[in-house]
């Protein structure tokens, strides 16, 4: 918490409820469909398509003193910006992909297999690279000493995996399905129900941390975050498929997910790419 | 460069979030070098937001060559064995908003070329990730033919350029937003 922020709260030290003071949910979906009206205006008059969230996007006030208000700077990749750390199994145990597993007893509820693919921009997959990822557990809870939300921890349960991409930028993880959590962006904000995950391409510009999201959730349309993505065609490409062909008889139910990432500026060699 | 003809959209970034803490850090991983290597240097910096305020949930990295302008194959960057330079490095800001990495200087790739460490900057409340070039402040005529830095007004070239202290360290600051918010980067395909 700023200085700042303290200030005013002291100052606001009548009010017993601080999230009285928030804003409501019906304010934070006005801005949001003011913002996405604007877009969709905007798009119909010849105006581009973005697939990228806004870094400015109020409706997200944590947003608001953190995105830069200058444009990026547009650059050439040079060196090292064509190249990526490699990572390989002397990094990654290949037990961390399955986070059912790091603890005497089973984790409580759904166990899922969510699995894809990491592809460049050209389709080609992402070989031998580094996917980490992190969520809460069945109940909405992280294991992290920030996280207060009164929902239970499960002792069976960390909520962290990795592994490395195989030949054809495939990557698998067996987890617990995550449930939906309160943050206070807003009075009585809850996040959809997400897996985060962290990437790394060919080229180190390619580097992604991103969230997965489950289908059909029902807080999508009243999460800024998520909503930060203007167009719905880009929203989409957050959330997995339900994939009944990974789901196993009295085991685990499946998702599939594809990850792309920006298009390499590297000179690939035809036998670097064959190979 | 192939003919870039991309086929695929790629998939939105989302905010890092505030609990990446027990995730992603990990020991060491912030010494891309031993402490007790020759010409190990501190690069260090405080990450602040539109206020001037210190940003305490933000995560950096790092991407480098090695002081002879190698750029590093070497896996094992996650485990430290402390000799394998590997050129990469991952920090958890302080309470404060200040990161500590341990490294070397990179050497120029090619010749005459100004070195730079590139940095990749996740935070709570940045909802996509930033890319920046740390720049080594010493070689004037590497600094001037810098197509990036040539292409800047002089108050924002500044900011991608390291302060050496007068122990050798490297002092670079990341301002997100407000008074001389640092130059952050695109690139094609993005
Ligand atoms: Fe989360």
Redesign the interface.
């Known amino acids: 918490m700023?200085?700042?922020t303290q200030a005013e709260s002291f100052e606001n030290s009548h009010v017993l409820d601080p999230a009285a003071t928030a804003d409501s949910q019906e304010t934070i979906n006005k801005e949001i469909g003011d913002i996405h009206a604007a877009y969709r205006q905007g798009v119909e008059a010849g105006g581009s398509e973005e697939?990228?969230?806004?870094?400015d996007?109020a409706p997200?006030r944590?947003?608001?003193?953190?995105?830069?208000?200058?444009d990026?700077?547009?650059?050439?990749?040079?060196?090292?910006?064509l190249?990526?750390?490699?990572?390989?199994h002397?990094?990654?145990h290949a037990l961390e992909s399955d986070l059912t597993i790091q603890h005497n007893g089973e984790p409580i509820g759904e166990r899922i297999i969510v699995q894809g693919k990491v592809?460049?921009?050209?389709?080609r997959p992402v070989r031998g690279q580094?996917v980490?990822?992190?969520q809460?557990n069945a109940a909405g809870r992280?294991?992290?000493?920030?996280?207060q939300h009164p929902a239970p921890i499960d002792p069976n349960f960390?909520?962290?995996g990795r592994c490395i991409t195989g030949d054809d930028g495939s990557y698998k993880f067996t987890t617990i399905k995550p449930a939906p959590y309160p943050w206070k962006n807003h009075h009585n904000a809850w996040r959809p129900a997400h897996i985060?995950f962290?990437l790394f391409g060919t080229d180190?510009?390619q580097?992604?941390?991103?969230?997965m999201y489950f289908p059909g959730d029902p807080l999508f349309s009243l999460d800024p975050?998520?909503q930060?993505?203007t167009d719905q065609k880009?929203?989409d490409?957050?959330v997995a498929t339900y994939d009944h062909s990974i789901t196993s008889h009295e085991w685990n139910t499946g998702y599939n997910w594809d990850?792309?990432?920006?298009?390499?500026?590297r000179?690939?060699m035809e036998d670097e790419d064959a190979e | 460069?192939?003919e870039?003809?991309?086929?695929?959209?790629?998939?939105?970034?989302?905010?890092?979030?505030?609990?990446?803490?027990?995730?992603?850090p990990f020991e060491k991983g912030h010494e891309l070098v031993h402490r007790a290597h020759p010409g190990s240097i501190r690069l260090h910096g405080v990450v602040t937001?539109?206020?001037g305020?210190p940003?305490p949930d933000s995560m950096l990295?790092i991407?480098?060559?090695d002081e002879h302008g190698k750029?590093?194959?070497?896996?094992?960057?996650?485990?430290r064995d402390d000799h394998t330079f590997?050129?990469?490095g991952r920090v958890a800001v302080d309470n404060v908003g200040h990161y500590t990495f341990t490294t070397v200087n990179?050497g120029p790739?090619?010749e005459g070329?100004a070195p730079?460490i590139?940095l990749?900057v996740?935070?709570?409340?940045?909802?996509?990730?930033?890319?920046t070039r740390i720049y080594l402040p010493e070689d004037a005529e590497a600094l001037a033919n810098d197509?990036?830095l040539s292409?800047?007004p002089e108050e924002?070239r500044r900011t991608l350029i390291a302060e050496r202290e007068a122990n050798g360290d490297l002092r670079f600051d990341i301002r997100?937003?407000?008074d001389n918010?640092?130059?952050?980067?695109?690139?094609?395909?993005?």
Request: glycine share 8%.
């Open positions: 700023s200085a700042e697939t990228q969230p806004r870094i996007f997200y944590s947003s608001l003193l953190r995105h830069p208000t200058k990026l700077h547009h650059v050439d990749p040079e060196t090292i910006e190249w990526s750390p490699a990572f390989g002397r990094d990654v592809l460049d921009g050209d389709g580094l980490e990822i992190w809460a992280y294991v992290h000493k920030r996280d960390t909520g962290v985060h962290s180190f510009t580097r992604m941390i991103t969230q975050i998520y930060s993505i880009a929203r490409r957050l990850i792309v990432l920006t298009g390499s500026n000179t690939w | 460069m192939t870039a003809t991309t086929k695929l959209v790629a998939t939105p970034g989302q905010t890092i979030g505030p609990f990446y803490g027990y995730a992603l937001d539109g206020h305020e940003i990295e991407w480098q060559a750029i590093s194959r070497q896996d094992g960057s996650l485990v590997t050129g990469w990179p790739t090619e070329k730079f590139l990749t996740f935070a709570r409340g940045l909802l996509n990730r930033l890319f197509p990036l292409s800047l924002r997100l937003q407000g918010e640092t130059v952050f980067l695109s690139y094609p395909g993005a």
